[in-house]
């Protein structure tokens, strides 16, 4: 029994221990912002090997940080009570989950904790200092401004912006979310985060003054020119955004075929694009109508011919035919704009066939 009771003992021990041994973001009582904080910068390692257990990292000493993968600051901002921020450990596991990247959090919760909004936002330039010295270090050990990405939450979207200014734009992503506005909204772009401080910065508002998130349509709508451009999902290279179009098929083979296609389109004056459609192969049954999303890096206004190549994706056996007995092809975009339509195509596998389309009839019976 005694040897039980000490092996239960050993088992809690070296439990605690463990916990130990993981740093948390720091926890701050109401006190500390009615009397208000000093700032201290501390970061933060998450990696896919150390999902659960944060790693205290610096210039000189990076843990498990790969610098030949892609790293993400998540920032956060103004704290007026002294809480760690609710949302920070869905969003490391969110990350990790998506991709095998380094997240580092910035934990400035000593310095953002005020009841005195100018007092948090007056630290966010030293923040900003904290961090590029931290990114020279990475810089130095082989890792790429292209692979920096930084979410800033609040006030953490300007300290972003401020280290995206100090690389003149050249940090890979700035995502800001619900960036702060006062003292900012108006500034010149060096006061505030704007879209020069990284090759790619989006900004979402859930809760812009005066307009729930859900009504931003109406609110977009009603700006001269009107601002509704909604993108599903976005390139990896610039200008990233994507155009999406439903390519819709009724094929007629006796027999069913399952396969890819690939759409090329052309307009008059020669600009091309090609689809990306990545999705499981696609069956096609006799009369049976498929619709595929395709996406395109080019929105072509007018679209002057289309080529279409079918795959079945097998290198070896029998070259397979496609009988289609109309393809359409519309815009999401811009669904006041002309379908198009192409009847009675026989496609050959994997040679590319191209042809003018025609405008759909009004009324399809
Ligand atoms: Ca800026």
């Known amino acids: 029994m005694l ?6 003992s050993l088992l809690c021990l070296s439990r605690s221990d463990a916990e130990e041994t993981c740093p ?4 701050l009582s109401f006190h500390s912002a009615v009397v208000g904080t000093g700032l201290n910068v501390r970061l933060m390692l998450y990696t896919r090997k150390n999902l659960t257990c944060a790693q205290t990292i610096n210039s000189s000493a990076f ?8 790293t993400t600051f998540i920032v956060h901002g103004f704290r007026p009570t002294g809480s760690p921020p609710v949302w920070m450990d869905d969003l490391v596991k969110g990350l990790l989950s998506v991709e095998d990247m380094n997240v580092v959090v910035v934990d400035w919760n000593r310095g953002a904790t005020t009841l005195i909004y100018t007092h948090a936002s007056s630290k966010t330039r030293k923040v900003a200092m904290v961090l590029k010295e931290f990114i020279d270090q990475m810089l130095a ?16 979207a300007h300290i972003s912006g401020f280290v995206g200014e100090m690389y003149d734009g050249w940090l890979g992503r700035i995502t800001g979310l619900d960036p702060a506005g006062p003292l900012f909204n108006g500034k010149p772009h060096q006061d505030r985060l704007d879209p020069s401080d990284a090759q790619f ?3 979402i508002h859930s809760d812009t003054d005066g307009y729930y998130a859900d009504n931003w349509k109406d609110h977009l709508r009603g700006k001269d020119p009107p601002m509704t451009k ?22 007629w083979n006796k027999n069913v075929r399952r396969g890819d296609i690939t759409i090329k389109l052309r307009d008059k004056a020669g600009n091309t694009t090609e689809s990306k459609i990545n999705h499981e192969p696609t069956t096609f049954q006799k009369y049976h109508q498929v619709s595929l999303l395709a996406r395109f890096n080019q929105d072509l206004d007018k679209v002057a011919a289309i080529s279409l190549m079918f795959s079945t994706g097998s290198l070896i056996g029998p070259r397979y035919k496609l009988r289609i007995l109309r ?4 815009s999401l975009a811009h669904p ?22 025609i405008l759909c009839p009004e009324l399809q019976l």
Not at 24 to 27: D, E, I, N, P
Not at 327 to 330: A, F, P, S
């Open 327 to 330: 393809m359409k092809l519309r």
């Open 201 to 203: 910065v989006d900004v």
């Open 24 to 27: 948390s973001f720091t926890r």
């Open 230 to 251: 909604a993108f599903f999902d976005t390139a990896e290279e610039s200008p990233f955004c994507m155009y999406h179009y439903f390519v819709d098929i009724i094929t």
């Open 3 to 8: 040897r039980f009771y000490l092996f239960i």
């Open 63 to 70: 843990g498990n940080l790969n610098v030949t993968k892609k």
């Open 141 to 156: 050990e082989g890792a790429s401004l292209d692979d920096i990405y930084m979410i800033g939450v609040s006030l953490g």
């Open 336 to 357: 006041e704009r002309p379908q198009l339509c192409r009847y009675d195509l026989v496609l050959m596998e994997n040679v590319e066939t191209v042809f003018q389309p």
